[in-house]
């Protein structure tokens, strides 16, 4: 009995030591997936700068749907496309794409890391540059029933993005995007190794 114990005490610590190893060498995935999805958030909101809003869209003979002239938008979509187009929403793009590049290289050759980090992160900067296609042609982008409907998620439903987001972020990151929701304005970002 005492050698069963032992052998079990034994097995368990190198779980444990196993863990906490995996733990360790993947730090710096997670550390720039954190760093992405909370850019990422920081972008978004500061697009929508606190408004909920769907354009007004209209579809065409082949099922494209394109938004209407940027006159006949509500005034909080207006405000969001106006500053899709700003130097500091440029900004976070340039900021995204290193950030993202940065996740890209921490994953290294890891198959799993890729795809559950990467590319998840990866459809967010996707939508990201939907977003700033939409806003640099409002009236001539053509988009498809799902290319919409991502955008309206985007621009309408931050709860739904927050939801999405968290699936991959640390704890730590978590808490910050939390604190983000009782606040209600995004909290400015350490920038290290930005810029």
């Known amino acids: 009995m005492p050698q069963q114990l032992l052998a079990y005490g034994g097995m368990?610590?190198?779980i444990a030591v196993i863990s906490l190893l995996y733990w360790w060498k993947n730090a710096p995935v997670r550390r720039a997936a954190d760093r992405f999805g909370l850019l990422f958030l920081e972008a978004r909101d500061y697009a929508m700068d606190g408004w909920k809003s769907t354009p007004v869209r209209e579809?065409?003979?082949t099922g494209s749907i394109r938004l209407q002239p940027l006159e006949q938008q509500p005034r909080t979509a207006q405000n969001a496309l106006e500053r899709g187009r700003s130097t500091r929403f440029a900004e976070y793009d340039r900021e995204l794409e290193g950030a993202l590049m940065d996740l890209f290289q921490a994953v290294g050759t890891s198959a799993h890391l890729k795809r559950?980090?990467?590319?998840?992160?990866?459809?967010f900067f996707t939508l990201h540059k939907q977003f700033l296609q939409v806003c640099a042609d409002p009236e001539g982008t053509q988009m498809?029933?799902?290319?919409?409907?991502d955008l309206e998620v985007y621009m309408g439903d931050r709860v739904?993005?927050?939801?999405?987001?968290?699936?991959?972020?640390?704890?730590?990151?978590?808490?910050?995007?939390?604190?983000?929701?009782?606040?209600?304005r995004p909290q400015p970002q350490k920038k290290e190794g930005i810029g």
């Open 12 to 14: 368990i610590a190198v």
């Open 59 to 61: 579809i065409d003979d």
């Open 116 to 123: 559950r980090y990467y590319d998840y992160f990866n459809t």
């Open 144 to 149: 498809t029933q799902e290319a919409w409907a």
């Open 160 to 184: 739904k993005v927050i939801q999405i987001l968290m699936q991959r972020l640390s704890g730590k990151a978590r808490r910050e995007v939390i604190g983000r929701r009782v606040t209600g």
